[in-house]
């Protein structure tokens, strides 16, 4: 939440300092408030933002997620092998 809150605090922030080119003439054509106009474009531009980084990053993640699920069998495998080794050997060293 915290990187949220400061993400859009520095789109705020930056759209603030590029006023007259961003949100003023905006405001003047739209004929309402700079206040609102400056919010407005700020939580536009976030989400665009965010909905550019989740498509972007959505083909990372699936492939993460496949390598996680792959290192998980191969783990399962293995443990697996051991149990029954281990069983094997109790098996055989039993009188």
């Known amino acids: 939440m915290l990187i949220l809150t400061a993400g859009f605090a520095l789109v705020m922030i930056v ?3 590029f006023g007259k080119f961003t949100f ?14 400056w919010i407005g474009l700020s939580v536009l531009t976030c989400v665009i933002g965010g909905l550019l980084h989740g498509w972007l990053a959505l083909s990372v993640v699936a492939r993460a997620r496949e390598q ?3 290192v ?10 051991e149990m029954e080794k281990k069983i094997n050997s109790r098996k055989e060293s039993a009188p």
Not at 24 to 37: G, H, K, N, S
Not at 72 to 81: G, I, M, P, V
């Open 15 to 17: 759209l603030f300092f």
């Open 24 to 37: 003023l003439p905006m405001a003047e054509l739209f004929e309402l408030r700079p206040t609102f106009v």
């Open 68 to 70: 996680q699920f792959l």
């Open 72 to 81: 998980h069998q191969f783990d399962e495998t293995k443990k697996r092998s």
